[in-house]
């Protein structure tokens, strides 16, 4: 079955730090992979996208991920995080087969000053 | 200018009742979807529609009934509300049909089912 796995529920950086958030997907082939963060009270919000060519995609905010075949892997990155990056950031994925994104579970990221 | 907008924000309600939450969109996107955001914020696609006409039904229960009047609106309406339907609902959209259309989301209904 397909799926997208966030191992990290929550995590906790200080401002300033570098970020890393893990998304895992499970396809018959390799999906159309988003990073979307929903800040509180809000809708999603899409991050970027990776659809194929270039395996390292840049995205609104300063954020970076990047696509790895071998592991499954869209990892999303920033050098240095701010304050009001804190938010839930969800990984999905989409195929043509089905016309529908299925999403991880979410990541839950608090920054600390 | 809100791109996704949907109606009521919140909803409070007891069980057995009926609502509607509505959405519409200004982007002039063909497909709308109804998202369910649960309690441990697992989002999960209810329905898809693309120019008014039903493409994807997850198994959701009949007590849900979708219906898109024209292709920038899509409502939602719940009969015999039930305790576990208490969640935030999502309405989206895209330009098109198929996973490779990132979805632009409203802001979300949060249902809450006393």
């Known amino acids: 079955a397909q799926s997208v796995t966030q191992p990290d529920i929550h995590i906790t950086v200080s401002e300033g730090a570098s970020l890393e958030l893990r998304c895992n997907y499970s396809y018959g082939a390799t999906p159309y992979l988003f990073w979307y963060v929903q800040s509180p009270g809000q809708g999603l919000q899409l991050l970027l996208k990776y659809f194929s060519g270039d395996t390292l995609v840049q995205g609104i905010k300063g954020f970076e991920a990047e696509f790895k075949r071998s592991q499954s892997s869209f990892n999303l990155r920033k050098p240095s995080v701010h304050w009001s990056d804190a938010a839930e950031y969800f990984c999905?994925?989409?195929?043509?087969?089905?016309?529908?994104?299925?999403f991880g579970q979410g990541t839950t990221l608090q920054v600390k000053p | 200018d809100t791109a996704v907008s949907q109606t009521p924000k919140y909803l409070v309600t007891q069980m057995g009742n009926d609502k509607s939450i509505k959405c519409e969109q200004n982007?002039?996107?063909?497909?709308m979807y109804w998202y369910k955001q649960d309690s441990k914020k697992f989002l999960k696609i209810m329905f898809s529609?693309?120019?008014?006409?039903?493409?994807i039904n997850e198994t959701v229960p009949n007590r849900f009934s979708p219906k898109s009047p024209d292709k920038a609106h899509l409502n939602l309406h719940i009969n015999s509300l039930e305790l576990g339907d208490s969640a935030v609902y999502f309405c989206?959209?895209?330009?098109?049909?198929?996973?490779?259309?990132?979805?632009?989301f409203g802001n979300g209904t949060r249902l809450t089912v006393t």
């Open positions: 989206a959209s895209s330009p098109r049909t198929g996973g490779d259309s990132p979805l632009h």
């Open positions: 999905a994925a989409g195929s043509s087969n089905t016309g529908k994104l299925i």
């Open positions: 982007l002039g996107h063909d497909t």
């Open positions: 529609y693309n120019n008014k006409e039903l493409i």
